[in-house]
């Protein structure tokens, strides 16, 4: 299974980045083989709409499911119908991608079935 | 001539210039209160509101026969209102700008665009004769842009109703006519709104005059700066008008010394002005003494732009 998860560098030791839209990067790992690769959100300079441009990107890189800290709904509302599982991995500790990556293997983390905070500004400016 | 009274920092008295300049301007002057997210410009001018039109911007409408997810629109979009996943095209109305691009660039001609109403352009005239028009936002949408660009498409022939809007909007004629009128015949004042983000630019846009209402203060100054450099980058010439001047530092006189913008009148701090604008009055009706300096203000800025 393909794993998005949303980090601030590019290795699989780099921090977990808690944002889903706006998160540095994110690290895709196939969870059977360890094989992971590193990609920059191209997300993260956009006016608006970052939820939706990274839940495009995440589903075009063939992730079936994301692990970040917190999900839009406009992030949600693309995810879900692109079948991508949204998962949460605990915000208040420094993790890295590997550890966060440990506790999904594990079944430690919750998916999500809705969005988990309200929207941010949209392209209003 | 059209010339925008802008600020920056809000409630330093833009509807208190803007309405007693077009007072001053004679004839054939048009006001358009372009802070649509609170017009209160008509509280001061009492027009008599004779039309009512909505506007919005045009939302895709995806159709999923002839859709083959090719995401082009998504591709073209940039405010990411467009999402392909898989076999579904999804629309965020809230992040629609309206600008068309998906439906241009859609080789499936699968995409038709609706009306989504942001709010409503009134207009009418007021006691005084002046043409006014005013856009108001309806609560909760966050996007004044499109209302803003809506509403300067009036000029004094629609707003009188003489010719009918889609008529003003063909754009040979429109321009005809402007060209056969003065700058001094056909002055449109804008109020704008505060701030210094995209309304405040759109307001700005196309216009001959920044007037720029500040207050002599950290704050006031700060936001001056801003608007001035959007004059700037548009190429708009511009002049300062200090109000409550005496409080405050000496800061925005040294700015505009050093920037080279005039400042082209002062309104001192006084407890009989602030307390006839909080009743409604304009300031020339308050203190008849501005009647002649707004005149001389108008005269300013008509120079300064021809």
């Not at chain 1, 994110?26 to 608006?48: D, I, K, Q």
């Not at chain 2, 039109?53 to 209102?81: K, M, N, S």
Request: with cysteine.
């Amino acid at each position: 299974m393909k794993i998005a998860i949303s980090i601030s560098g590019n290795k699989l030791d780099s921090p977990f980045d808690p944002r889903f839209g706006r998160a540095a990067a994110f690290c895709l790992v196939e969870s059977e083989t360890g094989e992971w690769s590193a990609h920059e959100n191209p997300a993260l300079s956009a006016s608006g709409g970052a939820g939706v441009q990274a839940a495009q990107f995440v589903a075009q890189l063939g992730a079936q499911a994301v692990v970040s800290g917190a999900y839009g709904p406009n992030a949600f509302d693309t995810l879900s119908p692109a079948g991508v599982e949204m998962y949460l991995a605990p915000t208040g500790e420094t993790l890295s991608a590997a550890e966060v990556l440990a506790l999904f293997k594990a079944g430690k983390l919750n998916k999500t079935e809705a969005a988990t905070h309200a929207g941010h500004h949209g392209g209003a400016h | 001539m059209r010339i925008v009274v802008a600020s920056g920092k809000g409630g330093t008295g833009k509807t208190t210039v803007a309405a007693s300049l077009a007072l001053v301007a004679g004839e054939a002057v048009r006001f358009l209160d372009c802070d649509v997210e609170a017009p209160n410009a008509a509280l001061f001018l009492n027009p008599v509101i004779k039309t009512r039109q909505e506007v919005g911007i045009q939302l895709p409408v995806v159709d999923e026969t002839l859709c083959t997810y090719c995401g082009r629109c998504a591709e073209v979009c940039e405010f990411h209102a467009i999402a392909v996943i898989g076999k579904k095209t999804l629309v965020f109305p809230e992040l629609c700008h309206g600008c068309g691009s998906c439906t241009l660039v859609c080789p499936e001609k699968a995409i038709s665009e609706r009306l989504d109403v942001l709010g409503v352009l009134e207009s009418g005239r007021t006691p005084s004769g002046i043409d006014f028009a005013q856009g108001v936002l309806n609560v909760g949408e966050p996007m004044a842009v499109p209302i803003i660009r809506e509403l300067k498409k009036w000029d004094t022939i629609s707003l009188r109703g003489e010719i009918s809007l889609e008529a003003t909007s063909a754009l040979p004629g429109r321009s005809l006519r402007l060209e056969e009128r003065s700058p001094r015949d056909d002055i449109e004042i804008r109020d704008a709104p505060p701030g210094a983000s995209c309304p405040v630019v759109e307001t700005l846009r196309g216009a001959d005059f920044a007037l720029l209402v500040t207050e002599p203060t950290p704050f006031g100054l700060h936001d001056l700066k801003q608007v001035v450099e959007i004059a700037r980058e548009l190429g708009l010439p511009a002049g300062v008008v200090v109000n409550r001047d005496g409080i405050g530092d000496n800061a925005v006189e040294a700015y505009c010394a050093a920037a080279n913008i005039p400042i082209l009148m002062r309104i001192p701090m006084e407890r009989r002005i602030a307390e006839a604008i909080a009743s409604g009055q304009t300031l020339i009706d308050a203190a008849p003494e501005y009647r002649a300096r707004f005149r001389e203000l108008l005269e300013s800025i008509l120079a300064r732009a021809a």
